[in-house]
């Protein structure tokens, strides 16, 4: 099974890929993916409930609230440029 594995074997693999030059195990789209279900699930779980999330858009239908937690307030200088 799958017991036990998880950050620390990420991280391993990520860390021998930067001295090696070698890909990780997933893909920057397949991780890009996990960690976006997983963030969709915490807005829709701090705002009560079902979101509706467009993924050509990148954006949250008619819930003004939860597309706040999309991105956050940056403290200047620092920001996050837009991505076209």
């Known amino acids: 099974g799958n017991a036990g594995r998880g950050y620390v074997e990420h991280m391993d693999n990520f860390l021998a890929c930067l001295r ?3 890909a990780t195990n997933a893909t920057p789209e397949t991780a890009h993916l996990s960690c ?3 963030h ?3 807005i829709a779980y701090r705002t009560g ?3 509706e ?3 050509e ?3 949250i ?3 003004p609230e939860a597309t706040a ?3 956050k307030q940056y403290r200047s200088p620092y920001t996050l440029s837009e991505v076209v």
């Open 20 to 22: 090696t030059r070698e």
């Open 53 to 55: 999330f467009s993924p």
């Open 57 to 59: 858009s990148g954006t």
């Open 36 to 38: 976006g279900a997983i």
């Open 61 to 63: 239908q008619d819930n």
């Open 69 to 71: 937690l999309l991105t």
């Open 49 to 51: 409930g079902r979101i």
């Open 40 to 42: 969709l699930g915490e």
